[in-house]
């Protein structure tokens, strides 16, 4: 298979890296921890390796060391269109080359293959209170297709530990390939006649998403949704999704097992959620202007909502420190495809005054916005307005990078993780012996 041939020739090079660094230099220090960062979530703790993607600070996401900006230059391109093709992506993530066409379009084809989705997923979703969160649905979808795991099958019956990811990456293909149908299946049960059409077999994985839930066939949803699976694939291991699948995975719960705990994670208001959160932002201040507002009366605004404590979702960071390049992408699609709407009007207004308020306020580590300040005015344009909906949009495209990991921490043979806790009164001993 060409995905597996191309790591199978990667692996020895990469373990013999691996096993320098763990070898000759596994006594080098990489960093201290203090008190106060095991108190606020290991924050900027350097614990983990990813090859697949790093966010700096400054430059914001590199994909196997290219930037947004580059990617969407140099990725192989869907037909007819100026959007990468996920394909393409997903093999330039698992095999750490820059896809050619036919290498994109070889991806693409096995996702074909792979598609369909037992009945069986269907019908559990189908059961479940029709209330249910999509994120819930999405991730009990998931979680039930884990029935058809290899790797789960093949381990039972015996496995050598250095095929473990030549079943992991099976199963990643699988899922992958399954997860546009699993997220248009859900769309439609909640929010429209229940039908879902079945995937065109000349649609593109991302354009198929969007023929599976829209009626309108509008070739600008079908370049979103390109542009928005491509833009949240990955965003380094220490996220709350990608860490905790790492962690799933490191016991050898198999890829459904994992990408449903991330899948949980994203789910979280602080994490995934909070595109949702912008969006209803960015219609409350709409609503509240009846329009869009002269930039005096919006910074008057702002910093009403900053002095009485309230939060501005869609801006701040835990990591970058500079305006989201996935954000700038979206931004530009907007501008090009629909200048006009008042929503992106209205992002781009808060873009224009915002930050130096924020600087001003002088409290906010990164006063620039991040990815979730557009996604969500995006879909609404194109009439997903279902807010609840947007995580599960995420999580489509994350799911590239989770499973991505997941074979390569098998394929680097990354044991299981086990960090070691402390109690307050060890800690309150330290202290004193270090005061003393
Ligand atoms: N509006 C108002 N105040 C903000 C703020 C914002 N957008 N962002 C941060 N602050 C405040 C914090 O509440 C904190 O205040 P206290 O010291 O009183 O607790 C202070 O500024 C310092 O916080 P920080 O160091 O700048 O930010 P954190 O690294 O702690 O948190 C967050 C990063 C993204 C969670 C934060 O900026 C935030 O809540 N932003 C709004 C919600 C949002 O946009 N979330 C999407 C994040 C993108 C993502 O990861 N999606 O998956």
Known sequence: MLVSDRIEAQLPGWRERVNRLRGSCGDFKVCDVTISQIYSGIRGVQIQVSDISHVDPYEGLRLRGYTVSELLKLLPKAPNS????????????????????????????????????????FNVLRRLPKETHPMTLFSIGITALQRESVFAKAYESGLIK??????????????????????????????????????SPTLDWSANFAHMIDRTGDPAYHDLCRLFFFLHSD???????????????????????????????LAGPLHGLANQECLKWLLTVRDHFGGLPEQEDLRAYLWETLNNGGLIPGYGHGVLRTT??????????????????ELIQLVELIYNTLPPILKEQGKVSNPWPNVDAINGALQYHFGVKEFDFYTVLFGVSRIMGLTAHAVWARALNKPIERPKSLTTEMLESMVVTCES
Not at 236 to 262: K, P, Q, R
Not at 324 to 341: I, L, S
Request: with cysteine.
């Open 82 to 121: 100026d959007m990468p093709l996920a394909g393409g992506l997903y093999y330039l993530l698992l095999c750490d080359e820059l896809p050619t066409q036919a290498e994109a379009d070889w991806v693409e084809n096995e996702w074909k293959k792979r598609c369909l989705i037992p009945t069986y997923v």
């Open 324 to 341: 989201d390049p996935r954000f700038t992408a979206q931004m530009e699609f907007a501008r090009k495809n629909f200048p006009e709407d």
């Open 235 to 265: 965003h380094e291991g220490g996220n709350v999704s990608a860490h905790t699948a790492h962690l799933v995975s490191s016991a050898l719960s198999d890829v459904y097992l994992s990408s449903a705990a991330g899948i949980n994670g």
């Open 162 to 199: 250095s095929d473990y990811w030549r079943y992991y990456l099976e199963d990643a293909l699988n899922l992958t390939a399954k997860l546009p149908g699993l997220a248009a299946f859900i769309y439609n049960l909640k929010y429209q006649d229940g039908i879902t059409l079945p995937a």
